[in-house]
């Protein structure tokens, strides 16, 4: 049990939909990460916050948008959303952005868009 | 930039059987590298890391060797268990990128009884 959580588990959206997930981080962590992870293949690094900063982006569009609140939990937005979209995201919370030992990656949530 | 190449599955091995998956990467500068597993319904666990060449991880009875002039960090385990049946996942950062990951395409191991 890591003390990462995420909501909502599933959800499916539509072609051009916007959608929120939300991350809840563990206690202390304030540097929270989300990934994208298609099926069958590995997680892709989307961005990262710490207190409440962007603090690096991957090769992802703008209209993935994040943000981390002043509890360190944090939310991911997408906006007109499209079929590649469908994936698992996961959340990813660390003590700081150096941490590798203590990042507990939360259980995920599974998007579909049709 | 910065990549992880792993075998791909699915690994099918009989339990006690001997494990191995290969990873090789290409980075700029020397990176820490991971290993993580992926349990069914579960979230990813780093399994095991190492932070300099020669460096061994070890955990769980797997190991993973850091290899520089072969860019590789191949997991082994000398006898699994059925309960070792998951996706397996080489990652790495650079020191620069904090704990950005990398991760490599994901290998599934299922061990039969």
């Known amino acids: 049990e890591t003390g990462v959580t995420q909501s909502p588990t599933h959800l499916i959206k539509t072609r051009g939909q916007q959608v929120t997930l939300r991350c809840s981080s563990q206690?202390?962590?304030?540097?929270v990460s989300w990934y994208q992870q298609a099926l069958g293949q590995g997680p892709q690094f989307i961005f990262q916050y710490y207190r409440e900063e962007e603090n690096g982006r991957g090769n992802f569009p703008p209209r993935f948008s994040g943000l981390q609140f002043p509890n360190y939990s944090s939310e991911l937005n997408v906006n007109a959303l499209e079929l590649d979209d469908s994936a698992l995201y996961l959340c990813a919370s660390s003590p700081t952005p150096q941490s590798q030992e203590t990042q507990y990656f939360g259980p995920g949530t599974r998007l579909l868009v049709l | 930039g910065d990549s992880v190449t792993q075998m791909e599955g699915p690994v099918t091995l009989s339990e006690e059987a001997f494990l191995t998956i290969n990873c090789t990467y290409t980075?700029?500068?020397?990176?820490?590298l991971f290993w993580y597993v992926q349990y069914p319904g579960e979230g990813l666990q780093l399994l095991l890391k190492a932070t300099k060449a020669d460096d061994k991880g070890s955990n769980k009875g797997f190991e993973a060797t850091y290899r520089k002039e072969t860019t590789s960090f191949h997991l082994e385990k000398g006898s699994v268990q059925v309960s070792d049946s998951a996706v397996y996942f080489c990652a790495l950062t650079l020191s620069a990128a904090g704990n950005k990951l990398t991760f490599g395409g994901g290998t599934r191991v299922l061990v039969k009884p």
């Open positions: 206690s202390g962590h304030n540097t």
């Open positions: 980075a700029t500068g020397y990176p820490s």
